[in-house]
């Protein structure tokens, strides 16, 4: 018969690496998650909103260019 002690020991250390590594990926990915979560809940806030995205303040800021064109027109003065 054939010693299987080092084979069984070297699967069960392997298993356990594994098992640990999984443990600690699986801790980290959790950790992401709340991260974007908490970050995602921060910009309901009304002390978030003030920052704006990018694109809403080039919205913005293209519709208040439009209204000012409008009332150029209607006060008559040509642009």
Known sequence: MTDLTLPLVLAAASL??????TTAALAGWRGWL????????QGDRPDG????????????????????????????VDL
């Open 16 to 21: 356990g690496a594994v098992a640990m590594t």
């Open 34 to 41: 709340a991260f974007k979560r908490q970050e995602l809940s």
């Open 49 to 76: 909103a003030a920052l704006g995205n990018a694109g809403t303040r080039i919205e913005l800021a293209d519709l208040r260019e439009r209204i000012r064109k409008l009332e150029a027109i209607a006060a008559g």
